[in-house]
């Protein structure tokens, strides 16, 4: 049976102010990283799916250092994570159907690194 669902992306960034007391290793993530997460959630559950999928599989040293944001690449809209629902963090993220990372960036980028015809021709 085909699992149904879409692709968010999710954008980690390090800003220029902070890349001086970065640990070393915080400075290999950077990049843009895809999710593919379930149908069955709603928006800014999704976008909580892709983010603790990234926490799971991306090693950060110090959280304090990297930006995230998710946005979806249908609609070209940042989305607003939905940390107020109560769900298991672990379960939700071990939901999403797919995770990668799509492209590396450099450490401060704009929130669009990409056009969006690009990433999805």
Do not use: H
């Not at 593919?36 to 090693?59: K, M, T």
């Not at 304090?64 to 629902?85: C, H, R």
């Not at 960036?105 to 969006?116: A, D, E, F, L, V």
């Amino acid at each position: 049976m085909p699992v149904s669902g879409r692709y968010l992306l999710i954008n980690a960034s390090i800003s220029n102010d902070r890349i001086a007391g970065a640990d070393p290793e915080d400075l290999l993530v950077p990049g843009l990283y895809k999710a593919f997460v379930p149908d069955d959630l709603s928006i800014g559950l999704a976008a909580r799916c892709a983010f603790e999928a990234f926490n799971c599989v991306v090693p950060i040293s110090n959280l304090d250092t990297i930006e995230l944001a998710v946005w979806d690449p249908d609609s070209d809209a940042v989305i607003e994570i939905d940390f107020e629902t109560e769900i298991d963090s672990m379960e939700l993220g071990n939901r999403c159907l797919g995770f990668e990372q799509y492209a590396v960036t450099s450490y401060s980028i704009n929130p669009r690194p990409y056009p969006m015809e690009r990433l999805f021709p």
